[in-house]
Nanobody, 115 residues
């Protein structure tokens, strides 16, 4: 079992930036991958970005060039740097961790992009 705690969400104007953090309750060396997903009202949850334990990353086409995922094993954390935010980025953002036996989710952090 692992708990994931997200932070860093909030209200930001279009064009602004936010940095989301997700801290795990235990060492993440064994995690196959960690990622960020988001769910907007009335829409399905979608992958935003993912990073493997080897450091390989993928980013959704909608966020490429604007968002960057990173991880810090020493801090047991994964981050999502979000720049040039758009109203369409408004959603609840969830942290996810995958191991051979677990698929864990955080409780989410709200990101609202509005003027």
């Amino acid at each position: 079992q692992v708990q994931l705690v997200e932070s860093g969400g909030g209200l930001v104007q279009p064009g602004g930036s936010l940095r989301l953090s997700c801290v795990a309750s235990r060492n993440i060396f064994s995690f196959n991958a960690m990622g960020w997903y988001r769910q907007a009202p009335g829409k399905e949850r979608e992958l935003v970005a993912r990073i493997t334990n080897g450091g390989s990353t993928i980013h959704a086409d909608s966020v490429k060039g604007r968002f960057t995922i990173s991880r810090d094993n020493a801090e047991r954390a994964v981050y999502l740097q979000m720049n040039s935010l758009k109203p369409d980025d408004t959603a609840v953002y969830y942290c996810n961790a995958v191991t051979a036996s677990l698929n864990s989710w955080g409780q989410g952090t709200q990101v609202t992009v509005s003027s």
